[in-house]
């Protein structure tokens, strides 16, 4: 969650323009509402106005990359059953 008191509320077009690559402020507004992987990136509304923080989009930009990471694909081992099988068709001919 945000904190007023000790983050600098930004539009979403002043943080854009930090983030690297520049990303459109329509991406940071489906990033908030959509969100990616189940994260959301937090957002304040005040007086009928959207304001996030460089600091939530640091915790947004951490989260996201924490489950990207852990859901990578990890080469499964096999089962030994399955190369006994293939053993045994190789030594079959097959």
Same mark, same amino acid.
């Given at each position: 969650?945000?904190? !007023? *008191?000790? %983050? *600098?509320? /930004?539009?979403?077009? =002043?943080? @854009?323009? #930090?983030?690297?690559?520049?990303?459109? @402020?329509?991406?940071?507004? &489906?990033?908030?509402?959509? +969100?990616? &992987?189940?994260? *959301?990136? =937090?957002?304040? /509304?005040?007086? +009928? *106005? &959207?304001?996030?923080?460089?600091? @939530? $989009?640091? &915790?947004?930009?951490?989260?996201?990359?924490?489950? @990207?990471? %852990?859901?990578?694909? $990890?080469?499964? /081992?096999? %089962?030994? #059953?399955?190369?006994?099988?293939?053993?045994? !068709?190789?030594? /079959?001919?097959?």
């Amino acid at each position: 969650m945000i904190d !007023l *008191k000790t %983050e *600098k509320l /930004l539009t979403f077009q =002043e943080v @854009a323009k #930090q983030i690297p690559g520049n990303p459109h @402020a329509s991406t940071l507004h &489906r990033w908030r509402q959509y +969100g990616i &992987r189940g994260i *959301k990136l =937090e957002t304040c /509304l005040i007086g +009928g *106005k &959207r304001f996030t923080s460089f600091e @939530a $989009v640091q &915790r947004f930009a951490n989260a996201t990359t924490a489950i @990207a990471d %852990e859901t990578q694909a $990890v080469p499964t /081992l096999r %089962e030994p #059953q399955e190369e006994e099988v293939e053993i045994e !068709l190789k030594n /079959l001919g097959y």
